[in-house]
């Protein structure tokens, strides 16, 4: 490992990616402590700490929205934009046949997710700002968020952060041109565990005011590096279905006849289902904050329901506990199939010659691979479910909350995994060994 690490600095090329790559996580960290005007920091820590779904924000944008930086939504608008684009793809004609057309149309779709950035980045940062505004004085008593009584002013502020969220997305173009990794993942991983310390102080801090502490922070140290360990062994699985190339005789040469095969991830979805659930369930609890007042003198009947809303969907509760196992067990499915039809891999084969022995090519094949698919799928479906219903039970066991939510340790574990890929692949280029290889 330390020699490829070594071997890795020596080499020129790689050296400039790897240097350009921290130079942009470093710019990133500077931006994210770049706050809007007006702001008061001490009420938007408060408002962050306190409320779910804000905390799963500021996990995203790397602490930037207890900052209430210019890149406090962080890419968060640009990842939603790209599920949409995902999930429009099959259902209109127009997008699918872009999806056909290789690198160009590829292209185009790119576009088309950018345009819808900027309106989506808008509309959430304008409801972002009104929700904590009416939790906590965001911008003191001075100043009134609020397009219709201040536009120019509200309007200058959502446009900053836009800004800033568009200028991380430019950062994660970049850092794929010239740096390592895929960019985006990056900034989100450099914003996650730039978060480290202060989540390890954290856990300090709760251990040394619990009994038995140093058994119970073991215990939970135990279950994190399970859950890592896991992780990497789910998003490297993969089922490999043979593929046989017929040959074809063109003149005095042969061409095909070689075998090959097609890789299935066990977790083609990656983390996009716990993101998708995760974001449901918090929206009720997070509706009924406005709503329930916790004033014991408070009894009314919409009191009443807004407070079982408040408490029945915290993240603490066993009620979402076992709600976001199920959500994420059934988008993972679903995102899966969406992505499978989208690459049309049996009329691939057909259209190149390949075919899988045994099975018919054509509709067989596409019967086949579906098959597979949904079996493999179900141990990662079910493997999501309990990484995500894994800090309810650590916090159950040891009486400590895990600092990191389970999307966050996915994020880390996933992009380390995928960047060291790639710089072993660089390495083997150049007949080094590599960090995995070994």
Request: hydrophobic letters at 50%.
């Amino acid at each position: 490992m330390r020699q490829a690490v070594v071997s890795a600095w020596k080499i020129a090329e790689l050296r400039s990616k790897i240097t350009f790559t921290l130079g942009m996580l470093l710019i990133f960290r500077l931006i994210a402590h770049i706050p809007v005007p007006h702001v008061d920091l001490a009420a938007i820590r408060q408002a962050t700490e306190g409320s779910q779904i804000l905390g799963l924000l500021n996990l995203f944008s790397g602490g930037a929205l207890s900052q209430f930086s210019v890149a406090a939504m962080g890419v968060y608008p640009y990842i939603t934009a790209s599920i949409i684009m995902q999930l429009l793809t099959p259902l209109i004609p127009a997008l699918q046949e872009l999806s056909k057309e290789g690198e160009q149309g590829r292209n185009r779709i790119n576009r088309y997710t950018y345009w819808l950035t900027v309106p989506l980045a808008y509309l959430q940062g304008y409801g972002q700002t009104l929700a904590i505004s009416r939790q906590v004085p965001l911008f003191g008593e001075g100043f009134n968020f609020s397009i219709t009584q201040n536009f120019f002013p509200t309007l200058t502020i959502l446009t900053m952060m836009v800004a800033g969220t568009m200028l991380l997305i430019w950062m994660g173009e970049l850092i794929d041109e010239k740096g390592i990794g895929n960019g985006l993942s990056i900034i989100i991983f450099g914003g996650i565990v730039s978060r480290l310390p202060a989540v390890v102080y954290q856990g300090f801090q709760e251990t040394a005011g619990a009994e038995q502490g140093i058994i119970r922070a073991i215990m939970l140290i135990v279950i994190a590096l399970a859950t890592v360990v896991g992780i990497v062994l789910i998003t490297e699985g993969q089922r490999r279905i043979p593929v046989q190339y017929a040959k074809r005789v063109r003149g005095n040469k042969v061409y095909g006849g070689q075998s090959s095969y097609i890789p299935l991830k066990v977790n083609m979805a990656g983390m996009i289902p716990l993101i998708f659930a995760q974001s449901i369930l918090i929206l009720p609890s997070t509706l009924a904050s406005y709503f329930y007042n916790p004033d014991p003198s408070a009894t009314g009947i919409g009191n009443r329901i807004a407070g079982f809303f408040y408490n029945s969907f915290g993240a603490e509760s066993l009620l979402y506990t076992i709600l976001l196992f199920l959500m994420v067990v059934g988008f993972t499915f679903f995102y899966t199939l969406v992505l499978f039809q989208q690459q049309n891999l049996s009329e691939s084969l057909q259209r190149n010659g390949g075919f899988i022995p045994g099975i018919r090519p054509g509709r067989n094949t596409d019967v086949y691979l579906q098959r597979v698919l949904t079996r493999i799928t179900l141990v990662g479906a079910l493997f999501l479910g309990v990484v995500a219903a894994m800090p309810f039970f650590a916090q159950q066991i040891t009486g400590l909350q895990l600092g990191l939510s389970s999307t966050a340790l996915l994020i880390v574990v996933g992009v380390a995994v995928d960047t060291m890929r790639q710089l072993e692949a660089q390495l083997l280029m150049r007949n080094y060994e590599g960090f995995i290889s070994r």
